[in-house]
T-cell receptor
Framework: GESVGLHLPTLSVQEGDNSIINCAYS??????FIWYKQESGKGPQFIID?????DKRQGQRVTVLLNKTVKHLSLQIAATQPGDSAVYFC????????FGKGNQVVVIP | NAGVMQNPRHLVRRRGQEARLRCSPM?????VYWYRQLPEEGLKFMVY????????ESGMPKERFSAEFPKEGPSILRIQQVVRGDSAAYFC????????????????FGEGSRLTVL
């Protein structure tokens, strides 16, 4: 999309299917992990976060999983809708937010 | 309750000119963060400011870039003598408190200022 023009990993998903977006983080000392959504031409929007002492947290249609052993974070979106088409960034917090590169999700109607 | 306001949304400058980007945080927020979004690199932290203070500028280029957040008025990101490599989207985010301890780290982002250097 226009937001960044990045050559991002892209997930194409059929409307109504579930989406899984993955992220690897680097800092074992990070105390929170957060997912942001960025629609074309807009700023990032907070979706959900998870504290480092948890391994799963659920929101409305979204679930975040944290695997500290392999430093891996994932975001699951249930029943993906056209409005979910965006770039998704994971971020880790350790006094400031450091963002990953992003994953583009394209929802096919 | 207005969100984070950034202006201009789009700015075109010729090489060597100056660019000034402004950010008004959400009401009640005294912590401001600037991020740069370059093609191929995602969002990169530049600087963190609290009213009248620069708290963390570890992501700022050493030359030509400066930021301020005065007691009154918006935060300003200033780029002097712009070069083509400065072309990017610059995002400002605000929060009501410092990102530490039990604070989850939710930042509220503006729509960004897109700088194009010709």
């Amino acid at each position: 999309g226009e937001s960044v023009g990045l050559h991002l990993p892209t997930l194409s998903v059929q409307e109504g299917d579930n989406s899984i977006i993955n992220c690897a983080y680097s800092n074992s000392a990070s105390d929170y992990f957060i997912w942001y959504k960025q629609e074309s031409g807009k700023g990032p929007q907070f979706i959900i976060d998870i504290r480092s002492n948890m391994d799963k947290r659920q929101g409305q249609r979204v679930t975040v999983l944290l695997n500290k052993t392999v430093k891996h974070l994932s975001l699951q979106i249930a029943a993906t809708q056209p409005g979910d088409s965006a770039v998704y960034f994971c971020a880790e917090k350790n006094n400031r937010l450091a963002f990953g590169k992003g994953n583009q999700v394209v929802v096919i109607p | 309750n207005a969100g984070v306001m950034q202006n201009p949304r789009h700015l075109v400058r010729r090489r060597g000119q100056e660019a000034r980007l402004r950010c008004s945080p959400m009401k009640g927020h005294s912590h401001v963060y600037w991020y740069r979004q370059l093609p191929e690199e995602g969002l990169k932290f530049m600087v963190y400011l609290q009213k009248e203070n620069i708290i963390d500028e570890s992501g700022m280029p050493k030359e030509r870039f400066s930021a301020e957040f005065p007691k009154e008025g918006p935060s300003i990101l200033r780029i002097q003598q712009v070069v083509r490599g400065d072309s990017a989207a610059y995002f400002c985010a605000s929060s009501p408190r410092r990102l530490s301890g039990e604070n989850t780290g939710e930042l509220f982002f503006g729509e960004g200022s897109r700088l194009t250097v010709l």
